[in-house]
């Protein structure tokens, strides 16, 4: 099929199929069944495979007991949602946000409340007032190329927000599963990173950090992880036994197997080659046919977010859009208060830089004759 009558799926942040390594997954596999099939094939404690912890902790100057791996990183925010909060709980959440985690929080009972971004991250004032004003029990907050928006939150937020927290008592949930994913720019230290360099009484101990395997390996291999204080993950793991009694041991011999080979920073090193060409086409064919649109300007990761000029009504613009064959989401969705009115999540890591430069052209042609209605 021609490009110009293909369907255009501009709405799931998958990973296209050739970012998977999947013959050194075979090797790792093979090797891990006949080397470690006692372990990995059998019931183990849920707080995961020490020696993927132990290589984590070393990633990630933390000690092993300070590292938990489970089933996906969604899965873990839930678990330690639950031990942190109780049904009625204020939780913060960035606006826009990741739309699961928003919808776990919320099937939990919890109120969750929105801090406005800004092109640097969270907006400093509106942050202070929520927090006087809700007491939250945790902000949950995606630092690096930000899903749904792209953005990053700057150094000087990072170093706030660990002050903030430590002065209102309540904990940091960072959720970082892009950071890797960095196409130019200069690299920020996680939220984790610079908390430990801290003293306990200048907000030390107040981070949980989450990342996964899911976008720089596979995504149904379902192995994440959460680094946080030991005690805190003590509990956390007898949550997860509770659910699941043991984590899948098999997907973690092989990413442990991965990673202790050496082959997980030249595996990013191939995905950020994928991905930046996609995000400079996106960039490059916003300007040239969406000029009256305003965008986030991501330096890595797997969305740009698109903000439709007020006078365009977004559900008409949708429709419209289908009709030429580009599906969007409803971005609604990543919106805690539902305030997704001109928003448009742009995820472009699974479509090719011809699809990517077609989708945008039709999406320009369509605004051009909204504007002129
Ligand atoms: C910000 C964020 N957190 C967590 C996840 C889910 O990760 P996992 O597959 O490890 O559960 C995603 C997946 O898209 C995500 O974007």
């Not at 994928?274 to 490059?284: F, H, M």
């Amino acid at each position: 099929m021609s490009l110009e009558n293909k369907t255009i799926y501009f709405t799931r942040g998958v990973p296209p199929v050739e970012a998977f390594p999947t013959q050194q997954l075979q090797e790792c596999a093979a090797t891990v069944l006949e080397e470690h099939s006692d372990t990995v094939l059998q019931y183990h404690p849920s707080i995961g495979y020490l020696p993927l912890r132990e290589w984590l902790a070393q990633r990630h100057a933390a000690q092993p007991q300070e590292v938990m791996v489970g089933n996906g990183s969604l899965e873990l925010q839930g678990f330690l949602a639950e031990l942190l909060t109780s049904p009625g709980d204020v939780v913060f959440v960035e606006k826009p946000s990741y739309d699961r985690a928003i919808t776990a929080f919320s099937k939990k009972g919890l109120e969750v409340v929105s801090v406005p971004l800004e092109g640097d991250g969270y907006r400093v004032d509106a942050l202070e007032a929520l927090v006087k004003e809700h007491h939250p029990k945790f902000f949950y907050i995606i630092p690096d190329f930000q899903n749904p928006s792209g953005i990053t939150t700057s150094q000087a937020k990072r170093e706030g927000l660990i002050k903030l927290a430590q002065q209102y008592d309540f904990w940091i949930l960072e959720d970082n599963p892009y950071r890797d994913l960095r196409y130019w720019g200069e690299e920020i230290p996680s939220i984790y990173s610079v908390q430990q360099a801290l003293t306990q009484d200048e907000g030390k101990g107040k981070v949980f950090f989450f990342s996964s395997f899911s976008k720089l390996l596979s995504p149904g291999m379902r192995v994440g992880y959460l680094i946080g204080p030991q005690d805190m993950l003590k509990k956390v793991a007898k949550i997860a036994e509770d659910a699941y009694i043991t984590p899948n041991m098999l997907s973690q011999g092989i990413v442990s197997d991965y990673c202790r080979r050496g082959w997980l920073e030249p595996g990013i090193d191939r995905l950020r080659n994928l991905y930046r060409p996609k995000l400079e086409t996106l960039i490059d064919a916003l300007e040239t046919h969406m000029p009256q649109a305003r965008w986030t300007k991501p330096e890595g990761g797997f969305y740009l977010s698109l903000y439709l000029p007020p006078e365009v009504d977004l559900e008409h613009f949708r429709d419209q859009a289908h009709e030429k064959g580009v599906v969007l989401s409803d971005g609604n969705g990543f919106f805690a208060d539902n305030d997704g009115d001109s928003f448009l999540r742009l995820p472009f890591c699974a479509l090719s830089s011809e699809e990517i430069r077609e989708a945008v052209k039709r999406l320009g042609l369509i605004m051009q004759a909204a504007n002129r209605e």
